[in-house]
């Protein structure tokens, strides 16, 4: 699931990235809930909630890490998306959903991806690890849009929450 983006890889291509096939609709297996011309929404194929949800920008953005002041509008597009979604998938406790970010190395595809999970009460339990805000591998979409904000460093060198968890 996690490999060491350092170096360039083939993976990084355009051409074989699962997302740019799905943001260009090539990909029939993905089962797309919302579009517009900027971003794409489809249900994740391995879901950890009963909602769970992602948005990409159709244009190859690597991760998190790969953003900057310039791309906060995109990140709130990108959520307001993603909330749009639940609601009409009726979705009506907001309090109770999750929003953000897995940030690299734990990154199971190399194009910027929003998961949008709901409810967050009945994540699973298998899966849950995955999606704990403020971990090394996990930052909620307010705490990045934070980050942008303030132009400071992705959270690299805190390994204390994973040490028992990967
Ligand atoms: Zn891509
Ligand atoms: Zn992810």
């Known amino acids: 699931m996690s490999t060491n983006k350092e170096t360039p890889s083939e993976e990084d291509s355009v051409e074989s990235c699962i997302f740019c096939l799905i943001a260009r609709n090539e990909d029939k297996e993905a089962e797309v809930v919302a579009k517009n011309e900027e971003l794409v929404c489809f249900r994740d194929i391995d879901p950890a909630a009963p909602h769970h949800y992602?948005?990409?920008?159709?244009?190859?953005?690597?991760?998190?890490?790969?953003?900057?002041?310039?791309?906060?509008?995109?990140?709130?597009?990108?959520?307001?998306?993603g909330k749009d979604v639940l609601r009409e998938q009726g979705i009506t406790d907001m309090k109770d959903t999750r929003l953000?970010?897995?940030?690299?190395?734990?990154?199971?595809?190399?194009?910027?991806?929003?998961?949008?999970?709901?409810?967050?009460?009945?994540?699973?339990?298998?899966?849950?690890?995955?999606?704990?805000?403020?971990?090394?591998?996990?930052?909620?979409?307010?705490?990045?849009?934070?980050?942008?904000?303030?132009n400071a460093p992705p959270v690299k060198h805190y390994f204390r929450h994973c040490m028992g968890l990967f």
């Open 54 to 81: 992602l948005v990409v920008p159709k244009q190859h953005i690597h991760s998190c890490f790969s953003l900057h002041r310039g791309h906060i509008d995109l990140v709130k597009r990108m959520a307001k998306m």
């Open 100 to 150: 953000g970010f897995h940030q690299p190395p734990y990154i199971s595809v190399n194009h910027l991806h929003l998961h949008v999970l709901a409810p967050i009460s009945q994540i699973s339990k298998y899966m849950a690890y995955k999606f704990i805000p403020e971990t090394v591998s996990f930052v909620t979409e307010e705490s990045l849009l934070q980050r942008l904000k303030n």
